[in-house]
């Protein structure tokens, strides 16, 4: 048995794009923000310098409720980055507040379709310190 420290597998960093700071520190607090248009009450995401659909400017960063549903899902059985082994799954969430964000799903995990389930955001510090948002299964789903 070694007494040296295994190395931990770093996390990849997100790729910061000119509008990305702002919500990215928000994930870092716990509370995520992301673009909300004044005129036309769209939340964005990703960030933009205007809205996609009324092209104002008008943007404010503000929180969302982090509940949401599944819109898709997929289980990887192959590992591609250390930092995620195989198996590990990938969904893609609506927000309560219309923008759809892509992540992972905690356990524990629907043993039929993952479509249609409430889940609710939740903050993940990776082994690395890397705080990722996540989403659990929400109380709101329908008893089955």
């Given amino acids: 048995m070694s007494d040296e420290p295994t190395e931990v597998p770093r ?30 009450d769209t939340t964005l995401y990703p960030p933009a310098p205007v809205c996609p659909h009324c092209l104002s400017d008008g943007l404010q960063w503000r929180a969302v409720s982090g509940r ?15 930092a995620y082994p195989a198996p590990y799954n990938v969904i893609a969430v ?27 955001m939740i903050y993940s510090t990776m082994p690395d310190g890397l705080v990722l948002p ?11």
């Avoid at 949401?68 to 250390?82: I, N």
């Avoid at 996540?134 to 089955?144: G, I, K, Q």
């Fill in 134 to 144: 996540r989403f659990v299964l929400s109380e709101r789903n329908p008893v089955s």
């Fill in 68 to 82: 949401g549903t599944v819109l898709s899902w997929v289980v990887y059985h192959k590992t591609y980055l250390d």
């Fill in 94 to 120: 609506r927000l309560d507040e219309g923008a759809v964000l892509i992540s992972n799903l905690e356990a524990p995990l629907p043993e039929e379709s993952w479509i249609g389930r409430k889940v609710s």
């Fill in 11 to 40: 996390t990849p960093q997100p790729v910061m794009g000119m509008y990305d700071a702002v919500m990215w520190q928000s994930i870092s607090n716990g509370a995520l923000e992301l673009q909300h248009c004044a005129c036309c």
